[in-house]
């Protein structure tokens, strides 16, 4: 199925750094949402976006939604060893359906 | 906080089986899907429910059947279970508002092999 393009694939960072991720559409969304998924766990919401320009904010997580409306950033700051997981965004297609991103690998290396 | 609640983290099944994948949410949310999800390929829709008694077909719905007696719950049934039906199945719930709804909620997810 579709899915949305996010970067980097994978990231391998040392605990402390900031870290920034990207998600991009063809085509305009009204909603981004973004997940974090650790191994056999199920997607948790981080933070939903609704409006082109927001900045949105969950502890060290910061969401921004893109003023194209076709993409939208998600950064964590000062990253530490829990942070580790697979981040994803999403968007809603038509009224039912939602679009995933590809998904970013994040490491943290103590 | 809302809580998705799947009730097998997981479960074996043998080729042949009728297998049934339960989820319940406490939100009182009209919106409920099944997705499975398998590396490389992403989150795909099986199948979901906008209302009770109400279920419409997602992207992979052979093999496949729910029900939805309760606003709560919502099941995922395995007609007969194949090999190529070893995945981890995931439950997510959202409150219908407006264009695009509210955001989806996942429960913990079902790891489900099939021998």
């Known amino acids: 199925g579709q899915q949305l393009n996010q970067s ?7 605990e402390g750094e900031d870290v920034s991720m990207n998600c ?3 085509s305009i969304f009204n909603t981004w949402l973004w997940y974090k998924q650790e191994p ?15 900045l949105t904010s969950n502890g060290r997580l910061t969401a921004q939604f893109g003023i194209t409306r076709k993409d939208s950033f998600l950064n964590i700051s000062a990253s530490i060893p829990s942070d580790v997981g697979i981040y994803f965004c999403a968007g809603p297609s038509g009224t039912y359906k939602y679009i995933f991103g590809t998904g970013t690998r ?4 103590a | 906080d809302v809580k998705v609640t799947q009730s097998s983290r997981y479960l074996v099944k043998r080729t042949g089986e009728k297998v049934f994948l339960e989820c319940v949410q406490d939100m009182d949310h009209e919106n409920m899907f099944w997705y499975r999800q398998d590396p490389g390929l992403g989150l795909r829709l099986i199948y979901f429910s906008y209302d ?6 997602g992207d992979i719905p052979e093999g496949y059947s729910v029900s ?10 395995l007609e007969s279970a194949s090999t190529n039906q070893t995945s981890m199945y995931l439950c997510a719930s959202r409150k219908l508002m407006g264009p695009g709804g509210s955001p989806l909620h996942f429960g913990n997810g079902t790891r489900l092999t099939v021998t």
């Open chain 1, 8 to 14: 980097p694939q994978s990231m391998f960072i040392q």
């Open chain 1, 24 to 26: 991009t559409s063809s």
């Open chain 1, 40 to 54: 056999g766990e199920g997607p948790v919401l981080l933070i939903a976006l609704y409006k082109a320009g927001e």
């Open chain 1, 106 to 109: 994040l490491k943290v290396l």
């Open chain 2, 52 to 57: 009770v008694k109400m279920k419409e077909k």
């Open chain 2, 68 to 77: 939805r007696e309760k606003k709560e719950r919502f099941s995922l049934i």
